[in-house]
Every structure is written in structure tokens, then in C-alpha cells.
């Protein structure tokens, strides 16, 4: 009952008579949307899911984009515009199935596109959060606080954990779901408009972190992209699960980022937040298209 009052009320903003009332409050705006996974046609659900959109509904996002604003490139976000919205997207993670068909996607309609790529976690990586969650039930919150916080979200030291306590964990997930491959975002920038940038090295949370480890962190990561992907690595940083700091604003700053992003968040002007810590829109699996649209629209809370 309450899923199904969900998807009226979702319906309902997401309408198009609420979508030109709503407009003018989103003029000239700017918003960042952060997805992570990308659940390939047919393909069986698995990991975390609120973190993985169908490939089906993802399109649809796409479609609902371009009709509301402009897509651009993240680091042409806040160039002078016409007055329209402008939209950037964003990937966490460089899962397998946002590198290839989330980009297919982006490139059929000649969209723009940035992925965040943790360099020591490429070529069919498992994340601890999708090992953990891979029976299906949502990963319990005492679970996620005490490894993000008490164990600084280190992949390690989270596994090591979780094996102590004796917590059921499987590495069995689809390759959609397992982290991409360096050849595999070599060919996503094939296409026009796709980029990389930085999620650090290892997906630490950066705030649980000493300052040196968070220069590590961030300048090991830098010059691998920088290497590896030349010209298409932005100097833009997203944070692992979204978590910052003062601490890691400096160590961003003094790395040379132009700017870096948190999960949560909507439409913003540049003006009005700070440069290495500015918002985005989360789109979880759960979302409907509806929903989506609701939320672009200003109509809904993120």
C-alpha cells in the first residue's frame, strides 16, 4: 500500500502541467547527479542494491535530462549559459556496467559524461559494501556506521572484519557489478564528452583519515589518471561515500583540484556553495522515473 501511494504522489509531480509550474524555479541553476551502477538489460540484480539503476531506467533518465535542461561536461558546468538549466553526470565507483553501458547509453544521444575511478580497486574488484549486501537484504545501518567510521570504510580492514564477527559476505556478483577494467575506460573515452576523475586511491573514507594519508590518497590518484588517460582526466575529486572534511578541502586544494563533490544535495548556483565541496543529486536504484523527474523538477526533496 505504501509503495503503490508512493508511486501515485511520484506520478502526480511528475506530471507535466507540475513540470511547467516548477520550471522557473530551476532557471539558470546548476545540478550534478551521482549514480553508481548500471544493471545491464536482463541482467539479475545483485550488490547493494540502491546503488544500481536498470539500464532501462537510466535511459529513461537520459531522455527526461535533455528535455528539462542542457547536459554538459562537469568542468564546463559553470560556463555562461542561456538561462536553461544545466545538468552534469556522474558516476562513483567505475562499476563495469556504468563504464560500458551506462556509457553506450550517454553516447547514443551525445551526452557528456565524468566517471570516478579509485585506481587501486580497478579490473574486477569487488566492493565490501556489495559483498556484504549480496543475499539481498539492505546492508544493516550499524554495519555501514561502524565500518565507515570506526574502520575508515578501508576495504581490508572491513573484509577482516567482517570475517571475525563471521558476517555472511560473497564475492559472487555479475561482472556488471565488479569494477571495470583500466581497458575498459579506455574505451569509454573513445567517446566524445566522457572524462575521468578522481575517487581517490583506495575508497577510504577521506575524513577518517590523517592528513598525510589523505595527500596520499589524493595526489597518488591524481598523477595515476593523469598518466593513464592524459587530457581526459579532469582535476576533479568526488568523495568516497560522500564524506569530507576541512581537513580534506585543504588536501584537495593543495593537490590541485579545481573542484570536488558530495553525495547529497540538488540544484545550486556556483556562487552559492563552496568550490571543494559542492552538492549532488544521489539517484538510487529504488527511484522511479516518475520520481526522477519529480526530483529534477524541484518538486520533491532529494
Not at 558516476?91 to 565524468?114: I, K, M
Not at 575498459?184 to 592528513?211: P, Q, Y
Amino acid at each position: 500500500m505504501r509503495r503503490a501511494l508512493r508511486l501515485r504522489v511520484e506520478s502526480a509531480l511528475g506530471s507535466a502541467a507540475v513540470g511547467r509550474m516548477a520550471r522557473y524555479r530551476i532557471r539558470g541553476k546548476r545540478l550534478i547527479l551521482a549514480y553508481h551502477g548500471i544493471v545491464p538489460e536482463g541482467a539479475p540484480s545483485a550488490g547493494e542494491r540502491s546503488l544500481f539503476v536498470s539500464q532501462r531506467d537510466f535511459a529513461a533518465h537520459l531522455d527526461v535530462v535533455t528535455e528539462i535542461g542542457d547536459v554538459v561536461a562537469l568542468d564546463a558546468l559553470d560556463a555562461p549559459g542561456n538561462g536553461r538549466p544545466r545538468v552534469a553526470i556522474t558516476f562513483d565507483d567505475a562499476y563495469r556496467g556504468a563504464v560500458n553501458e551506462g556509457v553506450q547509453e550517454l553516447a547514443r544521444r551525445g551526452l557528456p559524461a565524468t566517471i570516478f575511478v579509485a585506481p587501486g580497486r580497478l579490473s574486477d574488484h569487488v566492493f565490501w559494501w556489495d559483498a556484504l549486501s549480496n543475499g539481498g537484504a539492505a546492508l544493516d545501518d550499524a554495519i555501514r556506521h561502524h565500518a565507515l567510521h570506526g574502520l575508515g570504510g578501508s576495504d581490508e580492514r572491513v573484509r577482516a572484519w567482517a570475517t571475525r564477527i563471521r558476517l555472511p559476505s560473497s564475492d559472487a556478483v555479475p561482472a556488471y557489478a565488479q569494477t571495470a577494467t583500466p581497458a575498459e575506460l579506455r574505451a569509454a573515452l573513445d567517446f566524445a564528452g566522457i572524462t575521468v576523475g578522481s575517487h581517490s586511491w583506495s575508497h577510504a573514507n577521506l575524513a577518517a583519515l590523517s592528513a598525510l594519508d589523505i595527500a596520499t590518497e589524493l595526489e597518488r590518484s591524481r598523477d595515476w589518471l593523469d598518466a593513464a588517460f592524459g587530457e581526459r582526466a579532469i582535476p576533479w575529486l568526488a568523495y568516497p561515500y560522500g564524506l569530507d572534511s576541512e581537513e580534506t578541502h585543504r588536501a584537495a586544494a593543495k593537490a590541485g583540484y579545481a573542484g570536488a563533490l558530495r553525495i547529497g544535495g540538488g540544484w545550486h548556483r556556483a556562487i552559492d556553495v563552496p568550490r571543494l565541496a559542492r552538492p549532488r543529486l544521489n539517484v538510487p536504484g529504488s527511484l522511479t522515473v516518475a520520481g526522477f523527474r519529480a526530483r529534477l523538477l524541484g518538486v520533491m526533496q532529494p
